[in-house]
């Protein structure tokens, strides 16, 4: 194993003070947590929003914290659920009496763990609320989630909602967006190498030097097949036709594109993948309203990509487009 690293115990704990230390005036570690926080939390009049998960995704979760997104990040160990008693340090650090919105991923660890601390907060009076998001067209159930898997289309639940609840809207408006852009949002990736969690010390799965895994997830859980690897071309075929199918969009409709790298893809190779994805809506009529391309959901150093379809109206594409002053994602 090779990584620029201290201890392989240390890691998550190292990584949040270095991510604090390069962004002094938009971010703030709570003491004794792992908790990263607005600058300026809690916000007057503004519906809290919290997500978080295992390390080892970055920039998710840490990187969407800031103005026009959300007010706090939770971080697990490496691809390990965060404790409730952390979540719940999230909570109340951000509710300014409006209440508080979780975002989690379907992951079974996420899902307990974010609804414990969700209990334990309205325990103590706070008004909280969830939506889930499982963006995952791959494989239904996995070893990691019941029901569909949590992944990229999860940084356009935080932006959309982010920029909702920055217009000081209410509760109910803010989680009402938010299943808006879970009912709307597909995803599917696919890998060609392993990763590494630092404290194991070795890779998570195998894949042979002319092999490719389709549908795999952001842990390395299993996808839908293995096969030899092809071209980008062929690639983003498959991947798109998963989405598609899914999604049942028609010849006029817009999207918002992201394509995602999953740590140690070069941008080059996310730039062919974008051309093929924006070939093949091209030819089936459906507009391309924006694009992402880069690393916005990660899997340590896995080689690969996601493909992430949102079908946007007049409402998300504001939301869209409204500022964001976090450090991964500013507008």
């Given at each position: 194993?090779?990584?620029?690293?201290?201890?392989?115990?240390?890691?998550?704990?190292?990584?949040?003070?270095?991510?604090?230390?390069?962004?002094?005036?938009?971010?703030?570690?709570?003491?004794?947590?792992?908790?990263?926080?607005?600058?300026?939390?809690?916000?007057?009049?503004?519906?809290?929003?919290?997500?978080?998960?295992?390390?080892?995704?970055?920039?998710?979760?840490?990187?969407?914290?800031?103005?026009?997104?959300?007010?706090?990040?939770?971080?697990?160990?490496?691809?390990?659920?965060?404790?409730?008693?952390?979540?719940?340090?999230?909570?109340?650090?951000?509710?300014?009496?409006?209440?508080?919105?979780?975002?989690?991923?379907?992951?079974?660890?996420?899902?307990?763990?974010?609804?414990?601390?969700?209990?334990?907060?309205?325990?103590?009076?706070?008004?909280?609320?969830?939506?889930?998001?499982?963006?995952?067209?791959?494989?239904?159930?996995?070893?990691?989630?019941?029901?569909?898997?949590?992944?990229?289309?999860?940084?356009?639940?935080?932006?959309?909602?982010?920029?909702?609840?920055?217009?000081?809207?209410?509760?109910?408006?803010?989680?009402?967006?938010?299943?808006?852009?879970?009912?709307?949002?597909?995803?599917?990736?696919?890998?060609?190498?392993?990763?590494?969690?630092?404290?194991?010390?070795?890779?998570?799965?195998?894949?042979?030097?002319?092999?490719?895994?389709?549908?795999?997830?952001?842990?390395?859980?299993?996808?839908?097949?293995?096969?030899?690897?092809?071209?980008?071309?062929?690639?983003?075929?498959?991947?798109?036709?998963?989405?598609?199918?899914?999604?049942?969009?028609?010849?006029?409709?817009?999207?918002?594109?992201?394509?995602?790298?999953?740590?140690?893809?070069?941008?080059?190779?996310?730039?062919?993948?974008?051309?093929?994805?924006?070939?093949?809506?091209?030819?089936?009529?459906?507009?391309?309203?924006?694009?992402?391309v880069g690393e916005y959901m990660t899997s340590l150093e896995m080689a690969g990509c996601s493909v992430t379809l949102l079908k946007v109206d007049e409402e998300l594409k504001s939301l869209l487009d409204a500022e964001s002053k976090a450090p991964a994602f500013r507008r």
């Amino acid at each position: 194993m090779k990584k620029i690293i201290n201890d392989p115990n240390f890691v998550v704990k190292d990584m949040l003070e270095g991510f604090v230390a390069a962004y002094p005036n938009d971010v703030k570690l709570l003491p004794n947590t792992t908790v990263v926080v607005r600058e300026d939390a809690p916000v007057s009049n503004k519906v809290g929003l919290v997500s978080g998960g295992g390390s080892g995704h970055e920039p998710a979760h840490a990187g969407y914290v800031g103005k026009g997104m959300l007010d706090a990040a939770v971080a697990g160990e490496v691809f390990t659920s965060p404790t409730p008693d952390q979540v719940l340090e999230a909570i109340k650090a951000v509710d300014s009496g409006e209440g508080v919105l979780l975002i989690i991923k379907n992951y079974t660890g996420d899902v307990m763990n974010f609804e414990m601390a969700a209990e334990l907060a309205e325990a103590e009076g706070i008004n909280v609320q969830q939506v889930v998001v499982n963006d995952d067209v791959a494989v239904e159930d996995s070893s990691f989630t019941t029901g569909r898997r949590g992944i990229a289309g999860t940084v356009f639940v935080h932006k959309i909602v982010g920029a909702k609840a920055t217009q000081g809207a209410s509760m109910e408006e803010v989680k009402a967006v938010a299943e808006k852009v879970v009912a709307n949002v597909r995803s599917i990736g696919m890998a060609l190498t392993p990763c590494i969690v630092p404290a194991a010390g070795k890779p998570s799965f195998e894949l042979k030097d002319n092999e490719m895994e389709v549908g795999i997830g952001i842990h390395g859980e299993p996808g839908i097949k293995r096969t030899e690897v092809t071209t980008a071309h062929d690639i983003a075929t498959e991947l798109m036709e998963k989405v598609l199918d899914d999604m049942n969009l028609k010849s006029g409709d817009e999207v918002a594109v992201m394509i995602n790298g999953l740590g140690a893809t070069p941008e080059m190779e996310l730039y062919i993948v974008n051309k093929e994805v924006n070939n093949i809506l091209t030819e089936k009529g459906i507009k391309i309203y924006d694009t992402f391309v880069g690393e916005y959901m990660t899997s340590l150093e896995m080689a690969g990509c996601s493909v992430t379809l949102l079908k946007v109206d007049e409402e998300l594409k504001s939301l869209l487009d409204a500022e964001s002053k976090a450090p991964a994602f500013r507008r």
